[in-house]
């Protein structure tokens, strides 16, 4: 399966602030419909793989753990979520709905920015069983956020 | 607050203390910090009293404290209390059955920590289960695992951040949900076996320690029999409704599951398993306390919710088996006793942040298939509404003869 390997982003104060307290990694829109999965990210480690050790040496900086719904167990179309709301429908959104996570990362930007002027960031799809080894990475968007 | 010693009971680096609780007093329902407590207590002449200890506090942890508090001292005034940081004020004060003056009220039951239950509390627990176990209508033990998944409809709310298709609010439904969840079923087990409750597996860990399944879940048989809480049936789902999605009938869509989930389950299990620590996405340990103190030091309720299910995803993960699946995980016997220590550390953290509900919109959103006044938001809120709270464990203490006598 296939890291996700971000362009590199700046890690001047410009960039990403002097005095943030905190910084979060989100992920957005996540796929939690199938097996359950990790995603392991990485920092300035755009080789990193399943295989890598998770140490700060490798740049490790945490995981996200996703319980996942395992597969689709209803009719056609049970498992489509709408794309757009319409109005008056106050049901709950569909269960599957992609999630918005995120892990918090701060001591490990704090970290590399302390060296580098740039950081690259790989998010590694730890997932269980014969999984598909070209499926793209289970989320739609990635940002990371400083908080002050 | 008293430190009392309890060798051979108290979990190393622990400490058991004494409290009382001014505002969350089940047992007694006169306010101790206004004094009122006290007046009646001396009216009452009280020859019998006793207080039952119900917390267990780790070190060197701070807790909230009360100064004052012994009626034998002349210059006694009402107790003043100063609020900790840590997961104190369980104790409560039960002036016993020879009070008739005092109104009765209701006792919540104790939900209590897996490693320090009693023989006793173990065996009702597990007659509780091996009970609703026998059930096969909507008192047993299949309707409420299969509320959260398999079959078809599944309940659980899960991941309800929603945002990302723009009109959506942030859906914090994931532990109000859950905490419906616990209440229905705890009183299923209570309909079989009176004042039976949900015990709450802590496992955060030392990363130092290996993680494991406490022994009470571990063990296949107990005294010979087999062990209701080791694994758990799995008869509700029709074969025909795990086999569309999972052995489905034509290997073309077998091979699409397989591409969509990465995972080929096999055939429906009859009873859960459970592979600790073995699948590849699993975390090389569970939580730790610097984990959960993190969430609890989160600072409104949406941050709290997600830091917590984030930490609930990942014990799931860990333990793999039938708990790493949303449709089969409340199967397992161990998923009970993992979303009560969820439950709880929400608990912890309306402790430390009272009023801090989830957003006004949702208070009134419904908790379906569940039905009554604990069947929506803001139903769910108050545990002690709900009839339970948490302490590490309830030893009964009895006042000295010298004290009865008094």
Redesign the interface.
């Given at each position: 399966m296939q890291p996700f390997v971000s362009r590199p982003i700046g890690l001047t104060s410009t960039d990403i602030g002097v005095t943030y307290n905190r910084a979060d990694l989100i992920f957005?829109?996540?796929d939690?419909?199938?097996?359950?999965?990790?995603l392991r990210v990485f920092f300035n480690n755009p080789a990193a793989t399943?295989e890598t050790g998770?140490s700060a040496e490798n740049g490790y900086a945490g995981?996200?753990?996703?319980?996942?719904?395992?597969?689709?167990?209803?009719?056609e179309g049970?498992c489509d979520v709408?794309?757009?709301?319409r109005p008056f429908d106050a049901r709950?959104?569909h269960?599957l709905?992609?999630?918005?996570?995120?892990?918090?990362v701060t001591d490990a930007l704090r970290q590399v920015a302390q060296h580098e002027e740039r950081l690259t960031i790989t998010v590694v799809h730890?997932?269980?069983?014969?999984?598909?080894q070209n499926?793209l990475v289970p989320f739609?968007k990635i940002s990371l956020v400083t908080y002050a | 607050m008293v430190a009392v010693p309890r060798p051979g009971r108290t979990p190393p680096g622990h400490e058991v203390r004494l409290e009382y609780r001014p505002v969350r007093c089940n047992f007694f329902p006169i306010d101790v910090e206004s004094g009122k407590y006290i007046a009646l207590a001396r009216s009452g002449g009280m020859p019998k009293w006793r207080v039952r200890l119900i917390a267990v506090y780790k070190l060197p942890q701070a807790v909230g404290a009360y100064e004052n508090t012994s009626r034998r001292n002349p210059g006694w005034t009402a107790p003043r209390y100063s609020p900790g940081a840590g997961e104190g004020e369980v104790v409560s004060v039960n002036r016993g059955t020879d009070t008739p003056q005092v109104p009765t009220v209701p006792s919540v039951n104790l939900r209590k920590s897996v490693a320090t239950l009693t023989a006793g509390d173990l065996a009702s627990l597990r007659a509780a289960f091996v009970a609703v176990m026998g059930i096969s209508d909507e008192r047993g033990y299949q309707y409420f695992a299969g509320i959260h998944g398999l079959p078809l409809p599944g309940y659980c709310v899960h991941h309800d951040a929603a945002g990302v298709l723009g009109n959506l609010p942030v859906g914090p439904l994931f532990l109000p949900w859950h905490r419906a969840y616990l209440y229905f079923f705890e009183q299923a087990l209570q309909d079989q076996v009176a004042g039976v409750t949900l015990p709450w597996w802590d496992w955060t860990t030392d990363p130092a320690q290996p993680s494991v399944i406490p022994d009470a879940y571990a063990s296949q048989t107990v005294n010979g029999q087999a062990n209701p809480l080791y694994q758990g049936p799995i008869i509700a789902i029709p074969d025909a409704q795990w086999e569309t999605a999972v052995g489905s009938s034509t290997q073309g869509e077998r091979q699409q599951l397989l591409q969509d989930t990465g995972v080929d389950p096999g055939p429906l299990p009859a009873v859960t398993f459970r592979q600790p620590g073995v699948l590849a996405p699993s975390p090389d340990a569970l939580p730790t306390a610097t984990d959960v103190q993190n969430a609890l030091n989160a600072s409104n309720f949406v941050d709290f919710s997600q830091m917590v299910e984030q930490i609930h995803d990942s014990v799931h993960v860990w333990v793999g088996g039938t708990m790493s699946e949303i449709p089969v995980a409340a199967y397992d016997p161990l998923f009970y006793a993992h979303h009560t220590m969820i439950d709880r550390l929400w608990w912890l953290w309306q402790l430390k942040n009272p009023g801090a509900d989830p957003p006004a919109g949702y208070l009134t959103s419904a908790l379906p298939p569940f039905a009554g006044p604990a069947a929506v938001v803001g139903g769910t809120l108050d545990a002690n509404s709900l009839g339970y709270e948490y302490a590490l464990a309830e030893i009964p203490i009895e006042a000295s003869t010298q004290e009865a006598a008094s």
């Open positions: 957005d829109g996540v939690h419909s199938g097996a359950s999965f990790a399943d998770r995981s996200v753990y996703v319980f996942g719904h395992g597969g689709c167990f209803g009719d049970h709408p794309t757009e709301r709950p959104p269960q709905t992609p999630a918005k996570m995120w892990i918090t730890v997932i269980a069983g014969n999984a598909d499926r739609q | -």
